[in-house]
């Protein structure tokens, strides 16, 4: 689907903060609520020993149905077909094999689906999945953990320009895979739906879907939406249970509203999540999907997406590209950004432009345009404009910031302007104190570089955002910020 700027954002940002969101839970995963001043860390150990910003069984089995829809060949925004089905359930045994926190209900199922391949090999592995999930609900009565909803993002952006009812359908078979209880595809439908309007519009509502279910299921499930609105996280202690994970992170969203909207939000109900106690990776994985859908890449700070990453060996970057990928519907589409190894910007740079200058108030930093991703003197690179996979390779990629940041002044092309100039700058700060020698760069070093290094050199020199700009043109002097840079710099100095 052919997306503006900001719903592309906001796609790449889906995937990135349901990880974000279960990495800074897995640490408190059973725990007790917390205070609400509680500190709140991506601090990893946690029951299953998980290491610093390592995500859980949540983003892994997302990721497994995030790459199973991107490889299918399906027609965009058509019912989910056999194959797809299958080809999730196979990653998720996949998967199941070296995890450490299987969830007792997908266990079970996926332990079933072995045994019915076994018995008929003929049998898809989706339809064993759908059998062994029933059978699961009949014997014991229930199957409405929580363990769907957790995992579902991904169906969402794969039907952003489907009808709402065809992603309802797709979003409940996803789920019935392992959980046949029709709250846990009703869950998911809801939650789906929810953050598809959030990609297209930005805005967070949790009703949208309603309309979807019949009449009865819908004033249910708007009572407990309400419930969700009048309490706090703590308050749905059986979060296990996929309503009360619904009911605690929409609670968690809708309890820190007070702090406005964007980035500060974001963070907000995330820690509000994880204070909730009990299953606070998956509840802040819900709550994440959604949350990233209004709000974005570019609203989940660098200290978070620095060295989140997980099963099966991906990173930040990589749920970006499958965010983008599942948007776009038409496959992987190597060569296409993001997933291209070395981005091309030979359009935009003129034959004479300099390859790099030491920053006029630290000479650590190095101001470059792009072809200075080449040189070899730099441990950490804080990327300003679009870079490849191989680009910048020579430093590990915990040292790679990259920020979402177009060169444009009007309004509605980047979102959260201030929030991505200040983290960027941030960014190098950090690298500094660790000692790093930093390249900061765009393409020409002309708008965006000028911007965040007048910012850097105004945090660690005492000079204003303006008188820093000052500097950074007698080294630059091609350095012309455009307008909407000009003001966030400008609203510093007045301060
Ligand atoms: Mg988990």
Redesign the pocket.
Known sequence: MQLNSLQNDRAAGVLVALAAG?AL??GY?FGEPLADEAEVAMKGGGPFGFAPAEW???TAMAIAIAESVVDGADALWTPMDTATLSAIVSRWITWARTSK?V?AQTRAVLTSVTRLQEQDEHRSLAESAFTAAAELHRRSGRSGGNGSL?RNAPIALAYLGAEPEVLRDAAAKVSQLTHFDPDAGEACALWCLAIRHAVLTGELDVRVGLRTLDEKRAELWLSRIETAESALPRDFDRNGWVVQAFQGAWSAISSTKVIGVGPAHLRAALEACVRGGR?T??VA?IAGGLLGAAYGFSAVPFEWRRRLHGWPGHRTSDLMTLGLQLARGNGRTPGVWPDVEYFDNSAFIAADQTDVVAHPVDDGVLLGGAPALNRNDYDAVVSLSRIGTADAMKVPEEDRASFWLLDEASPGKNAHLKFVLDDAASAVQTFRAEGKRVLLHCVRMESRTPTVAALYGALVSGLSPLQSLEKVREVLPNAHPNEAFMRVLQSRDER
């Open positions: 279960d839970g897995a995963e859980t069984d949540d926190d969830g957790m299953d990776d998956t994985a």
